[in-house]
């Protein structure tokens, strides 16, 4: 037996068989039976701090940026998308002058060419597709879409 198992306070009672009957944890001398989950993450976490401790006697500290940096850190960490307030009162702002410049530049549209613009970007429907649900030739509608691009990209350039 090793110097952690003897040092432990977490154990399996098994029968003559070998089959668990008891998850038991040691907490200030009192042994509680705990179920399968709550004792693998109690032994998990202790493996994981018994690691930890033998790293730091090595002098190794522990970095996500350096673990980073050595190509040894898991897709799933740090992965996760951390702004800070100010970023995203930033974020907010931007995203509301764009929305008000683009509903002023679509204001500047007959309705037609609003349905057009729904129909291409929004509701994804091809030239051709639409062309044919309002009977015209799928190059006149091309040619209304650049048309309409023009006049949206002059807006945005003023």
């Known amino acids: 037996m090793k110097k952690w ?13 070998g089959k668990t009957i008891a998850n038991i944890i040691t907490v200030d001398g009192v ?4 179920t399968e989950e709550v004792f693998l993450a109690y032994s998990q976490m202790d493996r994981r701090e018994r690691y930890l401790k033998k ?16 190509g040894g850190l ?5 992965s996760e998308d951390v702004s ?3 970023d995203i009162v930033l974020q ?8 008000k410049l683009v509903a002023t530049a ?4 007959s309705e037609e060419e609003k349905q057009l613009i729904q129909a291409l970007f929004f509701d994804e429907i091809s030239a051709r597709e639409y062309a044919r649900k309002i ?7 091309r040619k209304r879409r650049n048309r309409i691009l023009k006049k949206i990209k002059s807006f945005f350039e003023k």
């Open 55 to 70: 790293e730091r006697s090595k002098g190794r500290e522990l970095s996500l940026d350096r673990m980073q940096e050595n």
């Open 31 to 34: 042994n509680v039976e705990v």
């Open 84 to 86: 800070d307030v100010e």
């Open 106 to 109: 679509l204001g500047l549209l």
């Open 92 to 99: 907010n702002e931007e995203q509301a002058v764009h929305k």
């Open 74 to 78: 898991p897709g799933y960490v740090g």
């Open 5 to 17: 198992q003897k040092e432990r306070n977490y154990r399996r009672v098994r029968d003559e068989n």
């Open 135 to 141: 009977g015209v030739s799928d190059m006149g509608i």
